[in-house]
T-cell receptor, first 115, second 115 residues
Framework: DADVTQTPRNRITKTGKRIMLECSQT?????MYWYRQDPGLGLRLIYY???????NKGEISDGYSVSRQAQAKFSLSLESAIPNQTALYFC??????????????FGAGSRLTVL | SQQGEEDPQALSIQEGENATMNCSYK?????LQWYRQNSGRGLVHLIL?????REKHSGRLRVTLDTSKKSSSLLITASRAADTASYFC???????????????FGQGTILTVHP
């Protein structure tokens, strides 16, 4: 099994629908992140969490919400999806106890299309 | 805004040639990392260089860091067709002696290595 698992891998939905992307990890890492990738724009940080009780907004959090249900689970929700949220979404984890290195382990991605 | 700017946006070379990619960033950093992404897949960590280091090697990879110019370069020597991928730099920001604990990515360089 993958260290960081994202579900679903692909999803097509309609404008206005609520969507949840889920992420679980077996790395035992305390930090989890959600990034969005658009062609030509690299990866942009949506939300991040340093532990179960710590949730922080990234640079593009508008229109998104997150839940850290356990150390190993971090879900991303789009309350009312819109077409410009069509993108490839990545969950990533890191371990705070690595001498400040903060190296990310990524999931395989969730491709979301909003019609 | 994006922390890292990468240059070139795309690079096409023949097998056996060297590939050099550059990254510039704007603020103080704790470390700078390079990641690789095969088409549409999750990113994989390649190498990390700390702010007090100037050069680092890992196999066919060589990374340099010039903090005075806020720039880094990734050199892949003796490239192979299997090196075809997108390469991203990512910075771990730093302020007041504390890492921000989150990475900011550049837009990436698309490398194509022709057999």
């Amino acid at each position: 099994d993958a260290d960081v698992t994202q579900t679903p891998r692909n999803r097509i939905t309609k404008t206005g629908k609520r969507i949840m992307l889920e992420c679980s990890q077996t790395k035992g890492h305390d930090r989890m992140y959600w990034y969005r990738q658009d062609p030509g724009l690299g990866l942009r940080l949506i939300y991040y969490s340093f532990d179960v009780k710590d949730i922080n907004k990234g640079e593009i959090s508008d229109g998104y919400s997150v839940s850290r249900q356990a150390q190993a689970k971090f879900s991303l929700s789009l309350e009312s999806a819109i077409p410009n949220q069509t993108a490839l979404y990545f969950c990533a984890t890191s371990d705070s106890w690595t001498g400040g290195a903060n190296v990310l382990t990524f999931g395989a991605g969730s491709r979301l299309t909003v019609l | 805004s994006q922390q890292g700017e990468e240059d070139p946006q795309a690079l096409s070379i023949q097998e056996g040639e060297n590939a050099t990619m550059n990254c510039s960033y704007k603020t103080s950093i704790n470390n700078l990392q390079w990641y690789r992404q095969n088409s549409g897949r999750g990113l994989v960590h390649l190498i990390l260089i700390r702010s007090n280091e100037r050069e680092k090697h890992s196999g066919r990879l060589r990374v340099t860091l010039d903090t005075s110019k806020k720039s880094s370069s990734l050199l892949i020597t003796a490239s192979r067709a299997a090196d075809t991928a997108s390469y991203f730099c990512a910075t771990d920001g730093w302020s007041g002696g504390t890492s921000y604990g989150k990475l900011t990515f550049g837009q990436g360089t698309i490398l194509t290595v022709h057999p």
